[in-house]
């Protein structure tokens, strides 16, 4: 079974920030990882599949990069909107979070 | 366009049943599979399986095999998960979402794509007695 590990579990910054989120795999998972975005008492929003593309719709200062066990998400300069919960999935399993949150 | 439309909350009684229906539109439902996720309160996101709209093939997460059965109706284009013997800690929100992540004829990754993009609002499930 491969575990994905997410860092920071909270990441505390400001608006107009450059935020940096990792997710680590067990094992080499090549680059089939997904990012989400969350907000509070929504679905899930994909943002990034295959490690680095953008999905529809998805604003350019969000950024994936990475293969086989390490991955990034970055986002250029937060908006006050980019505050939410984000998770990274290989095919199947998810990891546990990241809390991005205003400073 | 794409949309996923689930059924409505539900209660149920510790050993019961529940089946969640998840009716999709705007797309051809035999060419991409459905993943079902859930969220328990407070918690992350725990993807339960997958199920692929051309056949029925079907894949589930280790910790649910056995209690959760994955169907699918193509006459209605519509996905379902019936989870049984339910317990406290199957309280949660449940999602399903188009996956790209499978191929739908033989399970395996599909090297091509990945990600769940398009995903239904969720339907509550509540265990308690």
């Known amino acids: 079974e491969i575990v994905l590990t997410q860092s920071p579990a909270t990441l505390s910054l400001s608006p107009g920030e450059r935020a940096t989120l990792s997710c680590r795999a067990s094992?080499?998972?090549?680059?089939?990882l997904a990012w989400y975005q969350q907000k509070p008492g929504q679905a899930p929003r994909l943002l990034i599949y295959?490690?680095?593309n953008r999905a529809t719709g998805i604003p350019a200062r969000f950024s994936g990069s990475g293969s086989e066990t390490d991955f990034t998400l970055t986002i250029s300069s937060l908006e006050p909107e980019d505050f939410a919960v984000y998770y990274c999935?290989?095919?199947?399993?998810f990891g546990q979070g990241t809390k991005l949150e205003i400073k | 366009q794409v949309h996923l439309v689930q059924s409505g909350a539900e209660v149920k009684k510790p050993g019961a049943s529940v089946k969640v229906s998840c009716k999709t539109s705007g797309y051809t439902f035999t060419s991409n599979g459905i993943s079902w996720v859930r969220q328990a309160p407070g918690e992350g996101l725990e993807w339960m399986g997958w199920i692929s709209g051309y056949n029925g093939l079907t894949k589930y997460e280790q910790k649910v095999q056995g209690r959760v059965t994955m169907t699918t109706d193509k006459a209605t284009n519509t996905a379902y998960i019936e989870v049984r013997s339910l317990r406290s800690d199957d309280t949660a929100v449940y999602y399903c979402a188009r996956d790209w992540g499978y191929d739908i004829l033989t399970g395996n990754i599909n090297r091509g794509r990945g990600g769940l993009d398009v995903w239904g609002q969720g339907t509550t499930i509540m265990v308690s007695s």
């Open positions: 999935q290989q095919r199947g399993s």
């Open positions: 094992q080499s998972i090549s680059r089939y």
């Open positions: 295959d490690a680095s």
